[in-house]
Nanobody
Framework: QVQLVESGGGLVQAGGSLRLSCAASGSIFSTNAMGWHRQATGKQRELVASITRGGTINYAESVKGRFTISRDNAKNTVYLQMNSLKPEDTAVYYC????????????????WGQGTQVTVSS
């Protein structure tokens, strides 16, 4: 099992910035990925950004150039720096951790944080 503790959500005006953090603990495999998803009211949960332990990064098109994901492998912590926030970024942001089994990246166990609210006012 992997436990995730998130922090950093809140209320900000459009154009502002927020930084989310998520610390993982427990049974952490050497091949893993951490990331952030978000779910706005009435919408499906969507990927925002992800980063593997080796540093491979993936962003949703809607956040490219505004959000930056990073991680500290020694602390098993992932960060999401969110700049130039827009009202449409308002959502509950969930930290996700994947433990990969083997080298194909097709088999993994997935864990979720409790979610943190990000609200961007216009």
């Amino acid at each position: 099992q992997v436990q995730l503790v998130e922090s950093g959500g809140g209320l900000v005006q459009a154009g502002g910035s927020l930084r989310l953090s998520c610390a993982a603990s427990g049974s952490i495999f050497s091949t893993n990925a951490m990331g952030w998803h978000r779910q706005a009211t009435g919408k499906q949960r969507e990927l925002v950004a992800s980063i593997t332990r080796g540093g491979t990064i993936n962003y949703a098109e809607s956040v490219k150039g505004r959000f930056t994901i990073s991680r500290d492998n020694a602390k098993n912590t992932v960060y999401l720096q969110m700049n130039s926030l827009k009202p449409e970024d308002t959502a509950v942001y969930y930290c996700n951790f994947k433990n990969y089994v083997g080298s194909s990246f097709s088999s993994y166990s997935s864990y979720w944080g409790q979610g943190t609210q990000v609200t961007v006012s216009s």
